[in-house]
């Protein structure tokens, strides 16, 4: 659809205009326009210029470790690496089904981060442009604009993300990069104090997640014409399912829905992914383009996330979400509901899905029991996959006779989004950017685009501070230096 | 500071919040874990209940709820700047913010707390320990770890004082007095 403003025609002619960095998003990344005398847009990219190399240094490190390692890949979705490297390593380890108290304790902790960082998403990230327009004043258009207008409503969202962290404390010690998953289990029991202490704001908990949702629903729906059709784009849908067809954001089965709804596969073992999806590389950004090797790279792209996942599921087995659920489908009519703003609508209809969930799970006596650990035989390699908050999240590792990695692959889940964050951008850049004078307001609506998908564009590593840099440039044979750039702790830079 | 002291005035003691960040792969980023691992100890050996210690990477809107009302807060972090070993300023909220949220100054974070908890921020101080050399997989210097030692002797009596609000107000005035000399 936009693929002509992928690359421009002529570039030398045409001025370049830098968003950087991207505001209220997880992560570090940019957006570059190349726009003509007249302000049009001809070429309008994503970039993400970090590159981490995980899959890399890890290679060599003994496999249970890795649960703990990949942690360090975000400081904000870590549980997500935590537990989706833990599963893998469970599959290392030769475990194939975990005892129900070690599998209600990942399902806990899991629920808890998404309930975390979904509440962190809406009310710190986004709500400002809901609550006070895409192009309002800058100078109020964040969390404490909207703490400063809306302070009960700060305080309902301020108070979602804290629970959503102290499960992740209870299970795993720490609000960040804690432990939990061992191969083959978790490491701690629940107690009962501690199971008595998230149960006595449960109910509140409940009760402001169901608010959120009718908040999201209604942000959405107050303006619908200019909302369903900005950065609107018709895609596939992939997302893990359990096994009855219902949300299930720890483990299922693969299915992929394309733009009318027909179910394109259905119950894939994600152990196949390979066999699935196949990732594209670019020269202008280190974030790869995934896409179903079956409709090949033109029509293979897909979107996933809450709005995959809501459009995906057949029901949710909890009973306020699965009511939400209906009038968003509802709202869809035969077709998947398409609307990149709607991403908000579904994310708030899972955080009160996590929300029943959490409350399930601490009524369940199976959750206080203390047999956490099933012993199997080792295999050389595991691959674990969960529904993350931002998609679906694989790690892949393979493992050596002196149990140490050999091989790692990682498709993180906002990977799975990039050919829809490039094709987000230049529909707005089309519409609402090109031909208008350029101000940070105009170019707003550009960050509101990709920040509908909540990304975590390297996992939650900012630039922020006074970190020195040097950059070398190498001869690739010799490794002679060529070239030296450092930028001091201060921020001089010298060669 | 006796042992047998502080148990019997423990209960009398007023709240004290101290919130420590910092990255201990980056050099002498490291120092405010450092001075958090130490208070630990302390809290530990003399048993303060009115400690309360948050460390985190960084300050967050939620963190107002690790805020007791009644208590004095101090932030511990370090520094490039400054010519003493470390300094303590007063910190007053303020609506700042840069382009990100999720780092919030210790001002904004007092900010948030007044919005949001509709009363006024308790006293709060930034404790900011010198240091040098913030490269990453670097070892704390040992010009920083000097200075650690010197705001640790602080903290030890700053923790075992009956009246830590003075303390802290009486070294700022110590420190103002010195600039003016």
């Keep these: ?495 | 500071m006796k042992k047998t002291e502080r148990i019997n005035e423990k209960a009398e003691q007023p709240a004290l919040n101290i919130f420590t960040w910092g990255n201990p792969s980056r050099g002498d980023d490291a120092i405010g874990p450092l001075l958090h691992q130490k208070i630990e100890q302390l809290i530990a050996e003399f048993s303060l209940d009115n400690i309360r210690l948050i460390e985190d990477f960084q300050l967050q809107p939620e963190h107002i709820f690790d805020i007791s009302g009644d208590a004095c807060i101090v932030f511990i972090d370090a520094s490039y700047q400054g010519d003493s070993a470390f300094q303590i300023s007063q910190v007053s909220a303020a609506q700042n913010i840069g382009y990100t949220s999720h780092a919030l100054s210790p001002e904004a974070l007092l900010s948030v707390y007044e919005k949001i908890q509709n009363r006024q921020a308790p006293p709060a101080f930034m404790l900011s320990v010198r240091g040098y050399s913030f490269a990453l997989g670097a070892p704390l210097s040992k010009q920083a770890q000097e200075n650690s030692n010197a705001a640790c002797r602080f903290l030890t009596e700053l923790l075992s004082c009956r009246e830590p609000l003075q303390l802290l107000q009486d070294t700022l005035l110590i420190q103002e007095d010195k600039s003016h000399a």
């Design chain 1, 1 to 495: 659809m936009t693929k002509h403003l992928e690359t421009a025609e002529n570039p030398d002619n045409l001025k370049r205009l830098v968003i950087e960095p991207l505001s209220r998003v997880e992560g570090h990344g940019k957006v570059t326009l190349l726009v003509d005398d007249h302000n049009r847009v001809k070429q309008c990219r994503l970039h993400i210029a970090e590159f981490r190399g995980f899959e890399r240094f890890i290679q060599g490190r003994p496999y249970w470790e890795i649960p703990i390692l990949v942690q360090r890949l975000c400081g904000i979705c870590p549980v997500s690496h935590h537990i989706a490297a833990g599963k893998a390593i469970d599959m290392i380890a030769g475990v194939t089904e975990l005892t129900q108290s070690a599998y209600k304790l990942r399902l806990l902790l899991h629920y808890g981060q998404t309930l975390q960082s979904h509440a962190l998403h809406f009310f710190y990230l986004c709500s400002p442009d809901l609550l006070f327009g895409f192009e309002s004043d800058l100078a109020s258009r964040n969390i404490v604009g909207v703490i400063a207008k809306h302070p009960q409503l700060a305080l309902q969202g301020v108070k979602l993300r804290k629970y959503g962290q102290e499960v992740i404390r209870v299970i795993c010690g720490k609000r960040i990069h804690g432990t939990g998953c061992i191969p083959g289990g978790m490491n701690k029991p629940l107690s009962c104090e501690d199971n008595r202490y998230l149960l006595a704001d449960i109910e509140q908990i409940i009760r402001w997640a169901e608010n959120a949702v009718k908040i999201s629903r209604d942000c959405y729906l107050a303006n619908e014409p200019f909302h369903k059709n900005f950065a609107g784009l018709r895609s596939n849908y992939l997302s893990l399912l359990g096994k009855n067809g219902e949300l299930d954001l720890y483990h299922g089965t693969l299915r992929l829905k394309d733009a009318s709804g027909n179910i394109l596969f259905d119950k894939q073992n994600y152990c196949d992914y390979q066999n699935l999806i196949e990732e594209e590389v670019k020269s202008w950004t280190y974030m790869k383009f995934p896409f179903i090797k079956a409709l090949g790279k033109e029509s293979g792209w897909y979107r996933t996330g809450p709005l995959a996942r809501i459009n995906n599921c057949d029901y949710i087995a909890t009973p306020l979400a699965e009511t939400a659920r209906r009038e968003f489908i509802a709202y869809g009519g035969k077709e998947p509901v398409h609307s990149t703003l709607a991403y908000h609508w579904a994310r708030m209809i899972e955080m009160l899905f996590s929300a029943e969930k959490i409350k399930q799970l601490l009524n369940d006596a199976a959750i206080m029991g203390t047999d956490l650990l099933v012993q199997g035989k080792r295999q050389n390699e595991g691959i674990g996959v969960v529904e993350a908050p931002r998609g679906t999240l694989f790690h892949h590792y393979q493992v050596g006779e002196d149990d140490l990695i050999t091989k790692a692959n990682l498709i993180v889940a906002t990977t799975n989004n990039n050919s829809a964050f490039n094709e987000s951008i230049r529909i707005v850049a089309s519409q609402q950017v090109s031909g208008r004078e350029i101000t940070e307001a105009v170019l707003n609506n550009i960050e509101v685009a990709i920040r509908a998908y909540d990304p975590c564009l390297s996992c939650a590593t900012h630039a922020v501070g006074k970190m020195p840099l040097k950059v070398e440039m190498r001869h690739q044979q010799t490794g002679e230096l060529i070239s030296r750039l450092i930028k001091d702790a201060d921020g001089t830079l010298r060669q």
